[in-house]
């Protein structure tokens, strides 16, 4: 343990009701109810501060460019030149942060429903969104994500969706739809990029993941699934790139490197040429599981579990 | 997810509550200050990382640790409550209307004032009766400045860590005794016989020096390390005294003649280790 002192609080996150991670809580620096959710940032020791939403550890300041990089920069190397770049949720600004690497990047929009997360986040987290809310560049909308893309014209070369788990009560419930996406896919412009946060990719937990991909393609022409291991999450954690433009799967790295180099800060801690043809491929148990599955979420069936669920 | 409060009092022994929500979270100038809704035990009040008191489980302590020297006095007129900021004591005190004064030398104005907002629902507000008397400061000079002055005693303090480790030595209880008034008694908050045997002995070897009768007694309290918590009578009347004391105005939740006598009846191994 990185603290003498015994933590004042442990947080157990059921990764199944046989699996428990505990996290280590050495001070609260913030909880309180939102208009939408329930949200804590902690002190959380070795892995710095973290930041939990109803109940879902969200994101840690010490493994969050794992997440925020393997979410963001896929997308933007498949377009090869982002100029506008949507976020739909994306509380901590990590995420923005990753598209303002991309030295052609004009406009970026966040959206996210619950101003006092972001507000939490701009005040309590700066080592996530580091500044990326003050760059120019830079628009915050504090609205619903459906209700934006409904107004929004096609316009936008990269779309991240991160958004909270479709916990059943909690604001992202319907948001992992194949109306929602066909939405995200009319907001595109030729040539441009979807990208899902998608759910825990462990072997018990994988089912939301898997039926996610076959949704995205009941919608786009191309969706691919891959995933990185966070350590603070506990499951392996899925994404899904979708667009009606090819995905490569198989990216040669110094390209790829070469591409980073002329448009980009070059600001990664883990992402290279290497790293996304590693990230683009997935071991078979999951690839068969994508083949075989038929389910597509919609509206009138949208996903209604939580993948962290109490036991009883 | 689910939120625990792990109490890591012995390096070999934790116990856990779960949380429902934390009410207050404050360092103040001693002590780091916890007060959370927990699931089973309603509110709890942690100092320093150790759980004090919860709603659902403090008035074992509270009843045992006031009525048994106030029934062995009968008539109590002054009593000194020592530490006891959460206002529990006080309460049970203040239940006698013999008692003319109660004085509760806290050291941290932040735990009565902490404890009065959350803990109204189970002890009311002792301190806006006229007899309560409080002071900030440490009992040690207090109980200098008054030589055989209080009817009881009762030593209502955290555990012998930091600021506390000298209510639990062989000079407090010389104080304490001295400043007893003639056949008053006192009782203190004395650990836990599996866990503490050696430093219970060490106390009770004190107290037995000072007076004629001191013994040790014990209660149920789930909270605490071990499911409970003991302590010391210290007085040269006998505790039986008390058994033959009608109870005060009021309400008892666990006291009661049966418990009063069993609660001195120890387990055969720490009984031979106390007293031989």
Same mark, same amino acid.
């Given at each position: 343990?990185?603290?003498?002192?015994?933590?004042?609080?442990?947080?157990?996150?059921?990764?199944?009701?046989?699996?428990?991670?505990?996290?280590?809580?050495?001070?609260?620096?913030?909880h309180?109810?939102?208009?939408?959710?329930?949200?804590?940032?902690?002190d959380?020791?070795?892995?710095?501060?973290?930041?939990?939403?109803?109940?879902?550890?969200?994101?840690?300041?010490?493994?969050?460019?794992?997440?925020?990089?393997?979410?963001?920069?896929?997308?933007?190397?498949?377009?090869?030149?982002?100029?506008?770049?949507?976020?739909l949720?994306?509380?901590?600004?990590?995420?923005?942060?990753?598209?303002?690497k991309?030295?052609?990047?004009?406009?970026?929009?966040m959206?996210?429903?619950?101003?006092?997360v972001?507000?939490?986040?701009?005040?309590?987290?700066?080592?996530?969104?580091?500044?990326?809310?003050?760059?120019?560049?830079?628009?915050?909308v504090?609205?619903?994500?459906?209700?934006?893309?409904?107004?929004?014209?096609?316009?936008?070369?990269?779309?991240?969706?991160d958004?909270?788990?479709?916990?059943?009560?909690?604001?992202?419930?319907?948001?992992?739809?194949?109306?929602?996406?066909?939405?995200?896919?009319?907001?595109?412009r030729?040539?441009?990029?979807?990208?899902?946060?998608?759910?825990?990719?462990?072997?018990?937990?994988?089912?939301?993941?898997?039926?996610?991909?076959?949704?995205?393609?009941?919608?786009?022409?191309y969706?691919?699934?891959?995933?990185?291991?966070?350590?603070?999450?506990?499951?392996?954690?899925?994404?899904?790139?979708?667009?009606d433009?090819?995905?490569?799967?198989?990216?040669?790295?110094?390209?790829?490197?070469?591409?980073?180099?002329?448009?980009?800060?070059?600001?990664?801690?883990?992402?290279?040429?290497?790293?996304?043809?590693?990230?683009?491929?997935?071991?078979?148990?999951i690839?068969?599981a994508?083949?075989?599955?038929?389910?597509?979420?919609?509206?009138?069936?949208?996903?209604?579990?939580s993948?962290?669920e109490l036991?009883? | 997810?689910?939120?625990?409060?792990t109490?890591?009092?012995?390096?070999?022994?934790?116990?856990?509550?779960?949380?429902?929500?934390i009410?207050?979270?404050?360092?103040?100038?001693?002590?780091?200050?916890?007060?959370?809704?927990?699931e089973?035990?309603g509110?709890?009040?942690?100092?320093?990382?150790?759980?004090?008191?919860?709603?659902?489980?403090?008035?074992?302590?509270? +009843?045992?640790?006031?009525?048994?020297?106030?029934?062995?006095?009968?008539?109590?007129?002054?009593?000194l409550?020592?530490?006891g900021?959460?206002?529990?004591?006080?309460?049970?005190?203040?239940?006698?209307?013999?008692?003319?004064?109660?004085?509760?030398?806290?050291?941290?104005?932040?735990?009565?004032?902490?404890?009065r907002?959350?803990?109204?629902?189970?002890?009311?507000?002792?301190?806006?009766?006229?007899?309560?008397?409080l002071?900030?400061?440490?009992?040690f000079?207090?109980?200098?400045?008054?030589?055989?002055?209080?009817?009881?005693?009762?030593?209502?303090?955290?555990?012998?860590?930091?600021?506390? +480790?000298?209510?639990?030595?062989?000079?407090?209880y010389?104080?304490?005794?001295?400043?007893?008034?003639?056949r008053?008694?006192?009782?203190?908050?004395?650990?836990?016989?599996f866990?503490?045997?050696?430093?219970?002995?060490?106390?009770?070897?004190?107290?037995?020096?000072?007076?004629k009768?001191?013994?040790?007694?014990?209660?149920?309290?789930?909270?605490?390390?071990?499911?409970?918590?003991?302590?010391?009578?210290?007085?040269?009347?006998?505790?039986?005294?008390?058994?033959?004391?009608?109870?005060?105005?009021?309400?008892?939740?666990?006291?009661?003649?049966?418990?009063?006598?069993?609660?001195?009846?120890?387990?055969?191994?720490?009984?031979?280790?106390?007293?031989?």
């Open positions: 343990m990185s603290q003498a002192k015994p933590p004042i609080y442990w947080i157990s996150d059921y990764l199944t009701p046989d699996d428990v991670l505990n996290h280590a809580v050495h001070k609260v620096i913030l309180k109810h939102t208009q939408y959710q329930e949200m804590w940032i902690v959380c020791g070795t892995y710095g501060k973290g930041l939990i939403l109803d109940g879902i550890w969200q994101s840690s300041t010490g493994d969050d460019f794992l997440y925020h990089e393997a979410l963001v920069q896929p997308a933007c190397v498949h377009h090869g030149d982002p100029k506008r770049g949507l976020v949720g994306g509380g901590e600004g990590a995420t923005i942060r990753e598209l303002l991309w030295k052609n990047m004009e406009r970026v929009v959206v996210d429903l619950d101003r006092e972001v507000e939490a986040c701009k005040e309590h987290l700066p080592e996530m969104h580091q500044g990326a809310f003050d760059d120019p560049r830079v628009e915050l504090i609205q619903d994500a459906v209700a934006y893309l409904d107004a929004t014209p096609a316009e936008w070369d990269v779309i991240i969706s958004l909270t788990d479709p916990i059943e009560h909690g604001p992202s419930f319907k948001l992992f739809t194949k109306e929602y996406f066909a939405k995200a896919q009319k907001a595109l030729p040539g441009g990029y979807f990208l899902l946060q998608a759910g825990p990719v462990s072997p018990p937990s994988m089912a939301m993941h898997i039926r996610l991909v076959s949704t995205l393609k009941a919608v786009f022409k969706a691919h699934s891959y995933h990185i291991h966070v350590p603070m999450l506990g499951h392996p954690w899925g994404f899904i790139l979708a667009s433009s090819p995905i490569n799967t198989r990216p040669v790295p110094e390209e790829v490197d070469k591409l980073l180099a002329e448009k980009t800060n070059g600001k990664f801690k883990m992402f290279d040429g290497v790293t996304l043809l590693g990230l683009m491929n997935s071991p078979k148990h690839r068969e994508i083949a075989k599955e038929t389910t597509v979420y919609t509206l009138e069936h949208p996903p209604v579990f993948t962290q036991p009883h | 997810m689910s939120i625990w409060f109490e890591e009092l012995h390096p070999y022994y934790r116990k856990g509550l779960r949380v429902k929500q009410l207050a979270d404050e360092q103040t100038q001693f002590q780091h200050v916890q007060l959370v809704e927990t089973f035990f509110r709890a009040m942690i100092l320093d990382g150790i759980i004090q008191l919860t709603e659902r489980d403090n008035m074992g302590y509270h +009843e045992m640790i006031v009525h048994v020297p106030m029934l062995a006095v009968g008539q109590p007129k002054r009593v409550i020592v530490g900021g959460d206002g529990g004591s006080l309460q049970q005190v203040l239940r006698y209307p013999s008692v003319e004064e109660a004085v509760v030398c806290e050291l941290d104005r932040r735990v009565v004032e902490l404890s907002e959350y803990f109204a629902a189970s002890f009311g507000d002792p301190w806006s009766d006229p007899r309560a008397k002071l900030v400061r440490d009992a000079g207090y109980l200098e400045e008054n030589p055989a002055q209080f009817d009881v005693i009762i030593s209502d303090t955290t555990d012998p860590i930091g600021m506390a +480790e000298r209510l639990f030595s062989d000079e407090f010389k104080l304490m005794v001295r400043a007893l008034a003639p008053g008694a006192a009782a203190t908050q004395c650990e836990q016989p866990f503490d045997t050696d430093l219970i002995k060490q106390i009770y070897q004190s107290a037995k020096a000072l007076v009768n001191p013994a040790y007694y014990y209660a149920n309290i789930p909270t605490y390390p071990g499911g409970g918590i003991g302590f010391m009578y210290v007085s040269d009347t006998p505790w039986e005294n008390g058994l033959k004391t009608p109870y005060p105005p009021g309400v008892n939740q666990y006291l009661n003649p049966e418990i009063h006598k069993a609660a001195f009846a120890l387990p055969e191994f720490f009984r031979k280790e106390l007293y031989g």
